[in-house]
């Protein structure tokens, strides 16, 4: 069955960096899109980045673009978000999602915290 | 970017009974729309994907319709666990989703 594990979270300081980790198991990694989805603390889900099976196409959200980096790698089974320049807004409870026509599995989510 | 607006923020709908949760895009999303639920302190759960089909292993009280800009979720004779927030995410223009309906005891 698969499995998604996030790791990383932490509190950090507004204009910190963080990298976010995400092993993957039960099934063929390199075979699937992968995204990072986050939710604000009490609020709704927000599709953060997304990276194609090979990691040639990669998409941000423009909450995001130019300070975050989603890579993979499959030789490992893992996925990463590198986060820079954080503001208050990033903190939420970050998942990884494996893509398979839709969201078809999500992790138990990491807790990134930014504030001073 | 495609926005998702869902309606209503709140139902509150007595155990037995049917919900109908609406998801409105602000452009056409043609099928490609999903639903999701949450319970709290739980990850989503993916229910129905390309409007209408059900994931592997949800109950046939489940169903989605729709296209276009206008979807629906009914979930018919509520039971207990059902009571949660629901999400709808479209997958044609990139990725959103809506901000959520939470479904709770009446």
């Known amino acids: 069955e698969p499995r998604l594990v996030e790791s990383g979270g932490d509190l950090v300081q507004p204009g910190g960096s963080l990298r976010l980790s995400c092993a993957a198991s039960?099934?063929?990694?390199?075979?699937?899109?992968m995204s990072w989805v986050r939710q604000a603390p009490g609020k709704g889900l927000e599709w953060v980045a997304a990276?194609?099976?090979?990691?040639?196409?990669?998409y941000y959200a423009d909450s995001v673009k130019g300070r975050f980096t989603i890579s993979r790698d499959n030789s490992n089974n893992a996925l990463f978000l590198q986060m820079t320049d954080l503001i208050t807004e990033d903190t939420a409870l970050y998942y990884c999602?494996?893509?398979?026509?839709?969201?078809?599995?999500w992790g138990q989510g990491t807790l990134v915290t930014v504030s001073s | 970017e495609t926005v998702l607006t869902q309606s209503p923020a709140t139902l509150s709908v007595s155990l037995g009974e049917s919900a109908t949760l609406s998801c409105r895009a602000s452009q056409s999303v043609r099928g490609n729309l999903a639903w999701y639920q949450q319970k709290p302190g739980q990850s989503p759960r993916l229910l129905i994907y390309?409007?209408?089909t059900r994931a592997t292993g949800i109950p046939a009280r489940f169903s989605g319709s729709g296209s276009a800009t206008e979807f629906t979720l009914t979930i018919s004779s509520l039971q207990s666990e059902d009571f949660a927030v629901y999400y709808c995410q479209q997958y044609n223009d990139l990725y959103s989703f809506g901000q959520g309906t939470k479904l709770q005891i009446k």
């Open positions: 990276i194609s099976n090979t990691g040639d196409t990669i």
């Open positions: 390309g409007s209408s």
């Open positions: 039960g099934f063929t990694f390199s075979t699937y899109a």
């Open positions: 999602a494996k893509w398979q026509l839709t969201f078809d599995c």
